[in-house]
C-alpha cells in the first residue's frame, strides 16, 4: 500500500525571498586552490504572508498501489486531471508594502524542496531503501481553476484576482500521482509555497 508519512511540513512559506546558490568545486582539491563561493539573491517588496492549515502538515490517506497504475504500470489518470483529493487551504494574511491598495493579482508559486519535478508532479523524497514508494508523487491542483498549480515545463504561477479583499483563504487539492509501475510505501514531499502581489 502507498501511505504518506508526515515527518516534514508539506508546505512552508517565506516572507523575504532569498535564494542562494553555493558553487564551490575546488573545496577538497588540496592545497593551492582557490575555491569560489558565489551568491544569488533577491529581495522583494511584493511579497504576501500566509498561513497554511496544520501547520503546513497534511496527510493523504492510505490507497493500494492498483488505484494508481493499471496492470501494466501505466497511471490511471494523467497529472493535469482533476480528479478531486484532499483539500486544503492557503490564506493570505498580509501584503508588505500594499497598506494603500493597488494590487491586481496575487501570484502562487509552488516549487519542490529537494528533487526536481517530473511530469507536473511533485517527487516523493523518501527513497527506496528508507521505506519509501517508487513510482509515485504528489500533484496539486487550484480548486478555483482545476489545473495543476504546476505547468509542463515545471514552473509555477498560480494567478488571482486581488479584488477588494484579497487577504482570504484560497483552496487547493493534493492527490496521490502514478508515474508508472508503482512500489508500496511511504511518500513525503515537501513543497514550498511563495506568494507576491502586482
Known amino acids: 500500500m502507498v501511505s504518506h508519512d508526515v515527518k516534514r511540513p508539506l508546505f512552508s512559506v517565506c516572507r523575504l525571498l532569498l535564494l542562494a546558490t553555493l558553487n564551490a568545486p575546488g573545496a577538497f582539491a588540496g592545497a593551492g586552490s582557490s575555491p569560489d563561493l558565489t551568491f544569488s ?9 500566509i498561513r497554511l492549515d496544520n501547520d503546513g502538515y497534511m496527510r493523504l490517506p492510505v490507497i493500494h498501489r492498483n488505484e494508481l ?10 497529472p493535469t486531471e482533476n480528479t478531486g ?3 486544503f487551504r492557503i490564506t493570505v494574511t498580509d501584503c508588505m508594502g500594499n497598506s494603500g491598495g493597488g494590487a491586481q493579482a496575487l501570484h502562487f508559486a ?6 526536481p519535478v517530473q511530469n507536473q508532479v511533485f517527487p ?5 531503501a528508507d521505506g519509501g514508494a517508487q513510482g509515485v508523487g504528489i500533484v496539486i491542483f487550484s480548486r478555483q481553476h482545476g489545473t495543476n498549480v504546476l505547468n509542463a515545463d515545471g514552473s509555477s504561477d498560480v494567478v488571482f484576482p486581488a479584488g477588494a479583499n484579497m487577504f ?3 483552496l487547493f487539492t493534493a492527490r496521490y500521482q502514478g508515474l508508472g509501475p508503482v512500489t508500496s510505501g ?8 511563495d506568494v507576491i502581489y502586482d
Do not use: M
Request: a negative charge; one cysteine or more; proline letters at 5%.
Open 41 to 49: 539573491a533577491q529581495i522583494r517588496d511584493n511579497t504576501c504572508t
Open 69 to 78: 497504475v493499471d496492470g501494466d504500470g501505466n497511471p490511471r489518470v494523467s
Open 85 to 87: 483529493g484532499e483539500a
Open 110 to 115: 509552488f516549487s519542490p524542496y529537494a528533487l
Open 124 to 128: 516523493n523524497e523518501t527513497a527506496a
Open 168 to 170: 482570504k483563504d484560497y
Open 186 to 193: 511511504l511518500l513525503t514531499s515537501r513543497v514550498r509555497v
